[in-house]
């Protein structure tokens, strides 16, 4: 029974786990521990691995669009003719149907409305939905991780003034915000001193997307800094002297790693859902690059001739928004096996 | 006899093995006797009293043994014939009141629940019987406390509480799991009072799980030391202070803080852990700490009148000796 | 008590006030969207276009204008530029069918949050509990109006089981205006389910290990009683604060897409038609609707907090 | 006429609600009734996809407000009740003949039809017509435009004066005395159009009167308005009295009573056609309906032609299109085929300015294509600087199809294109203000307001309107000689001759390539198995004539 702790005669040692050999719990820190639990959690992990895989199939996109579909993700091909078993047919017939999907390299999901190949706006538009996605996620991140700690770590009037601004934006119905914003903004661009926003460049639906998650990241975190303020080690680093920014960022910010990683990943799923359905109002990516939203929009028009066009766009936001969700989930059980992290939806 | 648990054993399959929590324990209760069942955390003491009222069930547990009460066998009662038993003939108070009831009802309520839980009575009447149980355990006008919550209640009337529910449907026996060991000495003693109060006017059985001898020596009649899951000592209260029979005993009483005695350099304690359960050691449990082991302690030692260990009587009462008290020397090189 | 209701509503109506400046600038910010332009129609000469910006005020300073609107409101004149309808009177028009869906929707979602919920949290591991934490992930990754549009196509369209879009008055035809709802409540019920069941059975698996669950049981209640009266009661805390402001957050704009997909002419679609037109009067009108119904909620359901919870005592910070 | 729909749905989602089974809007009042009420009468449902903008004859500016003002209210002339050209005629009809025009065309004088009375009981008065124009300028209508001319017309609309110099009526006898700034050809078809029907002065004066519309003059009344959801017209019982008075020309009605909805799903509105709970939808199946529609309902569908033209303007004042040679390019890349497309098959391909119906049209063609290979020559030759441009159009789906169609064409032929789309109802009013940053190209459309070609030429390509807010003229076109023939031939009346030269102008303007237009789009008309689907008909200016409605 040799090698347990217990021979060293030290008073009120507190009783270390039975029977788990002391090598394996010696200096692992609370990131090995979370990857241990998150290994062990299969099912997050296969669906991590699935959202890797969408991203890298829709980072492919040009060497589908170049090679197998020859066209372009904006290209018309209204009164083109293409051979489908064996006779010569129009992409669009003259009656405006568009070409059904077929084992072929190209138009292998058919056509839309303009005769635009299917399958590689799905690919591009992919890549804009995940861009916007993640993108998006940052910034809310990083604005909701600054208010989170000026908040929490100055208190005062500072935490009242923005805790009031964050109730202001949490108070604004999320989608008239994102589509008031997103029509406004289209039409003129954004011109913020010599910074000049295009109108139909992605970082407008990227801006307001961040910009209206905001509040949702920024209350927990600032109620986590808010505890986290009162624990004797802040007192200590005030006591030695370290400047507010020093201490936020080397004492606070660490703390509350977890929860900004388990937001950030699950922010990106709720961005994504947020992005299709401001571009499915028009107020999202602008015409006529691809998203998936604009898609969905597209498609919708003639659902009742070509529901794959709706359909399609559709299973996919749902795959990669549910990848991201379950990895999220055994991210935050790894992280935080007591789930206090709350994502207040 | 009013309880009698024999050769209880409670296995729990864990991840990393299987938790031998109790281990071949038996005793017995007599009607309004006060049995105290001692010993350190994690030696099974806790399960074992709840596993008396069926409350350690669940399907990673496997528990082989009886428990004899009234002519039944409690362990092989389904959760239904259970319900009646639990409350109103056996009831049970817990070590922490301040999270032993629930925050979001008023006491009176959760009193009357259990009282309806078992007798057809309107609300009304139970509300009253609520009242007269508070009044009963001391709460100062329990009229108007029935219906507060119990946030709004110190930690010592909250016992006071919990001891009033558990009276509610008047149990033949009661079950104390630890009921001090939260409180502070002041409150402690109030509520021991209140116990001894119960037994003496009710002939109330109770059996009182503590890891303070102290408590131990106000109100219990008989005692039974645990450790690693099985009894190793079971004595009347006299024997077990002035003839404790177990090393471990000795151990116990050794560590003790006298007043009656100089301040000594630094309090006795005993050596080592207690081993780990998923294990358990052959033989005697308490060898590895035990200073007067010997070679015969490798085989498992029988509980025979009272006590779990090889030596002799005359070789205990001479062994326990130190310096005049009952204590567990540190092994001299003998 | 009162002191809490006073203090909350002096913030409630300062929200609205920092929301309805906010919605005033954005949109009096957008290049050209000037409605005098609008109305005065197509081959309007710049006097006529003159006359229409006098009558409509639009020639006032910023904050004149903003004052006036602002009265209109509370009088119930606001008109709207482009269709010259009553703000006001829409919203009102607006208000059954937003209610029906909301309310139903909420009930429905309720429901089946605290069924699912509860029924994964007693059988947790279990293949129930696996196969409904499935469900619910996959509700939760569904845009919604693309499960609208693909429940009109297979179940209203393709088979013909349900009506098509559009709202029926409940005081009119009862039966219709539930039939005709289905749909809708299903769909923006189907993403809260996912939500709320994860967060009861989670809640419900850490207060089972309660010491007062363990007490109840020593009180020799039944099992049943025991999971309903004390551990689902405890553990609907926090879904019931998660279900007040998602509710309001409904009401106040969320079902923009819902009513926008099944044509119910109610609240949000009127809110996505104002702001397709870009005209301020509705959108600031619906807005404001919106953002009161959202801080509404908010407080009621501090207020709530408060009777679900003693230990909570009102007039402390609200909960974070 | 401002754009043909004035759509107030939110970009492409409730304009085009894929599908539906039932009925229009639950609340449609007589929805689907069998035929009922007395005689030949009858109760029918019509559904449009929006709802008008205004239920009063001074302000309504849309083709759906236009189809009911034409048989609600009468002006003192109107369009002859009639298909096709001959519907373009102007004939007498609360006045007793045509005006007596004076040898300098400045004077015009008509005289009221006697003892005719209004759907409420009160007499038609001479008076009213005056008060109907001055309701034009009080109430600041998009139509106060074309009465500009009236002398006395702008005193009165900026306060200056308290009536109208240029109208003298004498309620006694009927006359009604109209004096011009200086003359104008067009006048009877403005005196022929709803915003000058004479309505009673209990209208208000400078208010809408949609909540309460006036009296009517025409065969139907309006009895009940919930906009904009739903309007039921009934037969107007006092129409006698304008029959009587020998109005002959003004149709009287075919059924009993009409109600209006609407209905965002345009599918929805189809099926309710093809099940019969829907009598009549005012605008066209969609795209992916219309096969199916033309295939097995050709007993009661037709295809309608109507007097518009979409075509793309290019901003011939700043590069890259103030080169000749970069529009005649585009003329020749841009395929009609493909555009027609998106209309399902309802467009009649076009090269000019003109449609087809209008007075002067002439056909020809002066860039046959598409011919891709022409148009990147030509761009080679002119190889213009600046390749960066913007493409303009405006969110609704099928005019967002023709952009992103528009915006491809422009980079294959090697231009750096970026495409804008903004909401449907800013869209005019953003591309008609000069201070709008790169105006290059883009889409437009234009539907005659009167069956007169002055109406396609002035607003859309004289130098004069070239505005700062609310021009129409996108091209930015000035071509002084082209702007003074035009001048010239309005003071005309419309002869043969005239429209010869109209012709000649309209291929002046093409062989400046200063639009790529493309296509004409055709109507339908799509009825229910009750009604008379001969007797129907489509009238070149106000679309379906209500008056044309009649059960089998």
């Known amino acids: 029974m040799g090698g347990l702790i217990g021979e060293v005669e030290a008073p009120g040692e507190p009783p270390l786990p039975v029977g788990v050999p002391a090598e394996e719990l010696r200096g692992s820190s609370p990131w090995r521990l979370a990857w241990m639990r998150l290994r062990r959690d299969r099912m997050a992990l296969a669906f991590g691995v699935l959202f890797v895989l969408i991203v890298l199939v829709c980072l492919a996109a040009p060497l589908w669009a170049d090679h197998v579909a020859h066209t372009g993700p904006n290209q018309n091909h209204i009164t083109d003719k293409v051979i489908r078993d064996g006779q010569e047919t129009y992409v669009v017939a003259p009656d405006g149907t568009p070409l059904g999907p077929g084992l072929h390299g190209q138009f292998l999901l058919g056509a839309d409305q303009n005769g635009r190949d299917v399958m590689v706006r799905l690919l591009y538009g992919g890549r804009t939905s995940i861009f916007i996605g993640v993108i998006a996620a940052l910034v809310t991140t990083v604005f909701a991780v600054l208010v989170g700690l000026v908040c929490g770590y100055y208190r005062g009037w500072i935490d009242a003034v923005l805790s009031r601004a964050l109730e202001v934006v949490w108070a604004f119905p999320v989608l008239l915000l994102g589509i008031a914003l997103g029509t406004t903004l289209s039409l003129g661009g954004l011109k913020i001193g010599s910074l000049v926003v295009a109108g139909d460049s992605l970082w407008i639906p990227i801006l307001i997307i961040g910009f209206v998650y905001v509040p949702y990241m920024a209350r927990p975190i600032r109620g986590e800094i808010l505890a986290l303020r009162e624990k004797e080690f802040v007192e200590a680093a005030v006591a030695q002297g370290k400047g507010p920014i020093r201490i936020m960022v080397s004492e606070l910010l660490p703390n509350v790693a977890s929860t900004i990683i388990v937001f950030f990943t699950l922010n990106i799923a709720n961005n994504m859902l947020l992005e299709s359905s401001l571009s499915f109002l028009g107020a999202g990516v602008r015409p006529p690059n691809a998203s998936w939203g604009t898609m969905i929009a597209d498609g919708y028009q003639t659902i009742y001739t070509a529901p794959h066009l709706t359909i399609v766009p559709g299973l996919m936001i749902v795959l990669t928004v549910l990848a991201l969700n379950v990895f999220g989930d055994g991210l935050r059980d790894a992280l935080d096996p007591r789930a206090k992290i709350r994502l207040e939806h | 006899m009013m309880l009698s648990v024999e050769n209880l054993s409670v296995r729990f399959a864990t991840d990393g093995g299987t938790v031998h929590a109790v281990d071949d324990v038996s005793f017995e209760l007599a009607a309004g006797e006060i049995l105290a069942i001692v010993g350190e955390s994690g030696s099974g003491k806790s399960v074992t009293a709840q596993t008396v009222l069926g409350l350690t069930r669940a399907p990673n547990t496997t528990i082989t043994g009886a428990v004899r009460f009234d002519g039944q066998d409690l362990t092989q009662l389904n959760d239904r014939q259970l319900r009646d038993i639990r409350g109103e003939r056996i009831a049970m108070i817990f070590q922490d009141p301040m999270t032993s009831l629930n925050p979001v009802y008023r006491v009176g309520a959760q009193i009357a629940e259990m009282i309806r839980a078992h007798r057809d009575v309107s609300k009304g009447e139970a509300r009253d019987r609520a009242v007269e149980l508070l009044a009963s355990v001391g709460i100062p006008n329990p009229e108007r406390r029935v219906r507060s919550y119990p946030h709004e209640f110190s930690g010592g009337m909250r016992q006071r509480v919990m001891i009033a529910m558990a009276l509610a449907l008047d149990p033949d026996v009661l079950i104390a799991d630890e009921p001090t060991t939260a409180l502070d000495v002041t409150v402690q003693a109030q509520i021991l009072r209140l116990l001894e109060k119960l037994n003496a006017e009710r002939g109330l059985a109770v059996v009182m799980i503590t890891h303070d001898l102290g408590v131990v020596a106000e109100v219990a009649d008989r005692v039974a030391v645990m450790y690693a899951g099985q009894i190793v000592e079971d004595a009347t209260l006299e024997s077990l202070f002035y003839d404790p029979k177990h090393p471990y005993t000795w151990g116990l009483l050794g560590s003790l803080a006298r007043l009656d005695q100089p301040r000594p350099v630094r309090l006795a304690q005993i050596a080592g852990q207690p081993p780990s359960l998923i294990a358990p050691p052959s033989g005697c449990r308490f060898a590895p700490r035990c200073p007067h082991a010997f070679e015969k302690c490798a085989e498992p030692p029988p509980l025979h009148d009272g006590d779990r260990c090889w030596l002799d009587l005359e070789q205990k009462r001479r062994l326990r000796d130190v310096d005049g008290r009952i204590g567990l020397r540190r092994a001299v090189a003998t | ?320 | ?552």
């Open chain 4, 1 to 552: 006429m401002s754009t043909r729909r004035k759509s107030l749905t939110i970009a492409c989602v409730t304009a085009l609600t894929a599908f539906g089974i039932a009925a229009c809007g639950g609340d449609s009042g007589g929805g689907g009734g069998e035929a009922s009420g007395g005689g030949k009468g009858g109760d029918i449902n019509v559904t449009m996809t929006s709802f008008p903008d205004y239920i009063d004859p001074q302000l309504s500016y849309t083709l759906e407000g236009w189809e009911v003002m034409y048989n609600v209210y009468t002006p003192l002339l109107t369009y002859k009740h009639a298909k096709g050209e001959a519907g373009t005629e102007v004939v007498p009809a609360l006045a007793k003949a045509l005006p007596e025009v004076s040898a300098d065309g400045k004077t015009y004088k008509l005289t009221l039809r006697p003892n005719m009375k209004y759907s409420d009981g009160t007499p038609i008065k001479a008076s009213d017509f005056t008060y109907a124009i001055q309701r034009l300028f009080k109430a600041d209508s998009g139509g106060s435009v074309f009465y500009e001319p009236i002398v006395g017309a702008s005193e009165y609309a900026e306060g200056k004066a308290d009536t109208i110099a240029g109208i003298k009526t004498d309620d006694a006898t009927g006359d009604i005395t109209i004096s011009l700034t200086e003359p104008n050809g067009t006048f009877d078809g403005l005196l022929a159009l709803a915003f000058a029907a004479p309505v009673p002065p209990t209208t208000p004066l400078d208010k809408d009167a949609t909540p309460k519309p006036p009296p009517s003059s025409g065969p139907f009344m309006i009895t009940n308005v919930e906009a904009p959801q739903t309007m039921t017209m009934e037969r107007n019982p006092n129409f006698q009295t304008v029959k009587d008075a020998g109005a002959t020309e003004v149709a009287d009605a075919g059924v009993d009573k009409i109600t209006i909805t609407q209905n965002k799903s345009n599918s929805a509105q189809v099926t309710g056609v093809q099940q019969n709970t829907i009598d009549f939808m005012v605008d066209p199946p969609d795209a992916d309906r219309l096969a199916e529609v033309k295939a097995k309902f050709s007993d009661r569908f037709r295809m309608e032609d109507s007097i518009n033209t979409y075509y793309f303007w290019m901003n011939t004042q700043t590069a890259p299109f103030n080169d000749l040679k970069v529009r005649q390019a585009v003329n020749y890349a841009i395929d009609p085929e493909a555009l027609n497309r998106v209309f399902g098959g309802r467009l009649h391909p076009t090269q000019q300015i003109l449609p087809p119906g209008m007075p002067g049209y002439e056909e020809y063609k002066l860039y046959p294509g598409p011919d891709m290979a022409k148009a990147k020559a030509l761009l080679a030759e002119a190889n213009p600087a600046d390749k960066d441009i913007t493409v303009w159009t405006d969110d609704e789906p099928d005019r967002k199809r023709i952009g992103e169609y528009y915006h491809d064409v422009l980079t294959q032929l090697g231009f750096n294109a970026t495409l804008k789309v903004i909401a449907g109802d800013v869209y005019f009013t953003t591309i008609g203000n000069q201070s709008t940053p790169d105006l290059d190209t883009g889409f437009s459309d234009w539907f005659q307001d009167f069956p007169h070609p002055d109406d396609f030429f002035r607003p859309l390509l004289n130098g004069a309107s070239i505005l700062p807010t609310n021009g129409n003229n996108f091209s930015r076109v000035s071509i002084p000689e082209l702007d003074a023939k035009m001048d010239k031939l309005l003071e005309q009346q419309l002869t043969d001759d005239v429209k010869k030269q109209y012709a000649e102008l309209d291929k002046a303007y093409m062989e400046q390539a200063v639009w790529a237009p493309y296509g004409n789009e055709e109507f339908t008309t799509f009825l229910s198995e009750r009604m008379d689907f001969d007797k129907s008909y489509h009238h070149l200016l106000f679309n379906q004539d209500y008056s044309s409605f009649a059960l089998k």
């Open chain 3, 1 to 320: 008590m009162a002191r809490f209701i006073v203090r909350r509503t002096l913030g409630m109506i300062a929200v609205l006030f920092a929301i309805s400046v906010i919605v005033f600038l954005i949109f009096n910010v957008i290049p050209n969207s000037d409605p005098a332009a609008r109305i005065a129609g197509k081959n309007a000469n710049p006097a006529l276009i003159a006359r229409v910006t006098t009558d409509l005020g639009l020639d006032q300073p910023l904050p004149v204008q903003y004052l006036t609107m602002m009265k209109q409101i509370f009088t119930g004149e606001l008109t709207s530029y482009a269709s010259s309808q009553n703000v006001v009177e829409q919203i009102w028009k607006g208000l059954p069918a937003t209610f029906s869906l909301c309310v139903g929707a909420a009930v429905l979602w309720m429901t089946l949050a605290v069924v699912f919920g509860y029924l994964s949290a007693v059988h947790a591991g279990k293949f129930t509990d696996r196969a409904l934490t499935v469900l619910s992930l996959v509700g939760i990754s569904m845009p919604v109006f693309w499960l609208a549009a693909i429940l009109l196509y297979y179940l209203s369209f393709k088979a013909q089981l349900f009506p098509t879009s559009s709202y029926v008055p409940l005081t009119k035809d009862p039966a219709n205006w539930a039939y005709h709802l289905i749909l809708p409540w299903i769909t923006l019920a189907v993403l809260f389910v996912g939500f709320y069941s994860r967060v009861l059975r989670s809640n419900m698996l850490d207060v089972m290990n309660e010491d007062y669950v363990r007490t109840a049981r020593a009180k020799g209640l039944g099992e049943r009683q025991i999971r309903i009266k004390h551990v689902l009661r405890n553990s609907m805390i926090p879904v019931i604060t998660l279900f007040g402001l998602d509710f309001g957050a409904v009401v106040g704009g969320g079902a923009i897409l819902t009513e926008t997909v099944f044509n119910l002419n109610g609240v949000g679609l009127y809110a996505g038609q104002a702001i397709g037109s870009l005209d301020l009067p509705p959108l600031i009108g619906v807005t404001m609707f919106g953002a009161f119904f959202i801080v509404l909620f908010n407080t009621i359901v501090d207020v709530l907090y408060a009777f679900l919870d003693p230990r909570i005592r009102l007039g402390t910070a609200a909960p974070a």
